[in-house]
C-alpha cells in the first residue's frame, strides 16, 4: 500500500484542493450514480476511493438515515475529506479509512462484514488492480445488497480528436479507461449470481453499472 499512497499523494497533495472546483466538467455522471443509491432505512454505505470525500457528503444529505464509510489509498486525499466532512457537520454519520482499494478487509477497517450499498466513482481507471478491486468490493456488499459503479467509458461515439486528447490529457494523472470493464462485470456477474446493468451514457464518454446480488 505505501507505494500506492506515495503515487497518490504525489498527484495530488496540491491538485485536492482544487480537485472538486475542477472535476466537476469531466467526471460526469457521479451525481446520477447517487441516485441509484436507493439506500434503505438505516442502511449503510461504503466508498471505495473516497477521494476528497465529495460523494459520501452530497450522498449522506440524500440519504439521512443512513451510515457512510469511505477509505482511500492517499493520506493526503483523506486529510481534505476528513476536513471537508467536518465542516459539513456529518463527522457522526461518515467515517473514513485508508487502505488499498484492491486488499481491504471491510471489518479489518471499520468493524462491519457487510453493506447495503458499495460504490466506486472514476477510481478503477486510476487502479491498476482494477479486477481485485472489483473482487474487493463485491465481496463488501451484503447479501440483497448491490454495487454501483461509474467511470470514464471508451468515448467510441465521440470524435476522433476529442478522444486522442482526453486520452493523453489523463494520463498525465495516471487515468487509463478500462477497455474491458463491461466484459470483466459480466464475467463476475456469471461466477457469483449477481445481476449486472450496464449503460454507456453521454455518447460513450462515461460507463456505468450496478452489480446486483443476491439474497442469502
Known amino acids: 500500500m505505501a507505494d500506492a ?13 482544487i480537485y472538486d472546483a475542477s472535476r466537476k466538467y469531466y467526471l460526469l455522471g457521479r451525481d446520477g ?4 443509491l436507493d439506500v434503505p432505512l ?11 470525500g465529495r460523494n459520501l457528503i452530497l450522498a449522506a444529505r440524500r440519504y439521512p438515515s443512513a451510515r457512510f464509510f469511505g477509505f ?7 486529510e481534505t475529506a476528513a476536513a471537508s466532512v ?46 481485485e478491486t472489483i473482487d474487493r468490493a463485491l465481496h463488501a456488499v451484503a447479501p440483497g445488497g448491490s454495487l454501483h459503479i461509474v467511470d470514464f467509458g471508451e468515448q467510441g461515439r465521440l470524435p476522433g480528436a476529442f478522444r486522442t486528447g482526453l486520452r493523453a490529457w489523463l494520463r498525465k494523472f495516471s487515468v487509463e479507461p478500462r477497455a474491458e470493464l463491461e466484459a470483466e462485470l459480466r464475467r463476475v456477474a456469471s461466477e ?23 439474497s442469502a
Open 5 to 17: 499512497a506515495a503515487e497518490m499523494d504525489a498527484i495530488y497533495r496540491l491538485q485536492r484542493h
Open 33 to 36: 450514480l447517487l441516485d441509484t
Open 42 to 52: 438505516g442502511g449503510s454505505v461504503l466508498e471505495v476511493g473516497c477521494g476528497t
Open 72 to 78: 482511500d489509498v492517499s493520506g493526503a486525499m483523506l
Open 86 to 131: 467536518a465542516k459539513a457537520g456529518l463527522s457522526r454519520r461518515i467515517t473514513l479509512g485508508q487502505a488499498d482499494a484492491s486488499r481491504f478487509e471491510p471489518r479489518d477497517l471499520f468493524g462491519v462484514d457487510g453493506f447495503d450499498r458499495v460504490f466506486i466513482s472514476y477510481a478503477l481507471s486510476m487502479i491498476p488492480p482494477w479486477r
Open 192 to 214: 457469483t449470481g449477481a445481476s449486472l446493468s450496464f449503460e454507456r451514457p453521454f455518447r460513450d464518454y462515461a460507463c456505468s453499472a450496478i452489480l446486483r446480488k443476491p
